[in-house]
């Protein structure tokens, strides 16, 4: 495995699924963490394609300079969401990954040095891929919210949403076209 620091190691990725295979959106006890859990029918290293490779990740989540390298610092860009404080840019970072099983990066919002008001989020994003059958079961943890601050309770709903439809919608609309 290649990662910055011990530290980095992946949480463990169960936890309690709907029949799709999406960790259900009110079972997560855990206010600092959404987990999600699911099923693709493609195989794992076309998955990671969609994981690592720039051009497929604008696709999907957002257009960043993401290279696959640990401590490679890139941005991500979207739609700032004001009641969240998020700015629209990301700043993230990859922490470690092991090629075709598992990619875990930080994000945090790119205004929190200059702005007092900005998100505090400090994000750790793990990618964990497993061989299914003809297929992947992906999952996804996301760390690190502040169960004390609604803005973070705000995006932790939100995106924990967010996961679990649009986006993993998105991701396998380009795993169907790759």
């Excluded at 990619?103 to 891929?129: E, F, K, Q």
């Excluded at 004390?148 to 309770?153: E, F, L, R, V, Y």
């Amino acid at each position: 495995m290649t990662s910055a620091s011990d530290a980095s190691d992946a949480s463990d990725p169960s936890g309690p699924s709907d029949d799709s295979g999406s960790t259900a959106p009110g079972s997560d006890e855990d206010l600092t963490t959404v987990r999600v859990d699911q099923f693709l029918p493609h195989p794992p290293a076309k998955v990671w394609r969609a994981l690592t490779e720039p051009d497929l990740i604008a696709q999907w989540l957002m257009p960043s300079d993401f290279r696959l390298e640990v401590g490679h610092r890139y941005t991500m860009t979207s739609l700032p969401r004001p009641h969240t404080n998020y700015s629209g840019t990301t700043a993230a970072e990859v922490l470690a990954y092991e090629t075709g099983r598992m990619l875990s990066v930080r994000w945090t919002d790119a205004s929190g040095a200059s702005d007092p008001d900005a998100n505090r989020a400090d994000w750790t994003i793990t990618w964990t891929l497993e061989p299914e059958g003809r297929g992947t079961r992906l999952f996804l943890v996301h760390e690190g919210f502040d169960p004390d601050d609604p803005a973070q309770m705000r995006a932790r709903t939100l995106m924990g949403g967010g996961w679990r439809s649009h986006v993993m919608d998105a991701l396998r609309a380009v795993l169907e076209r790759i």
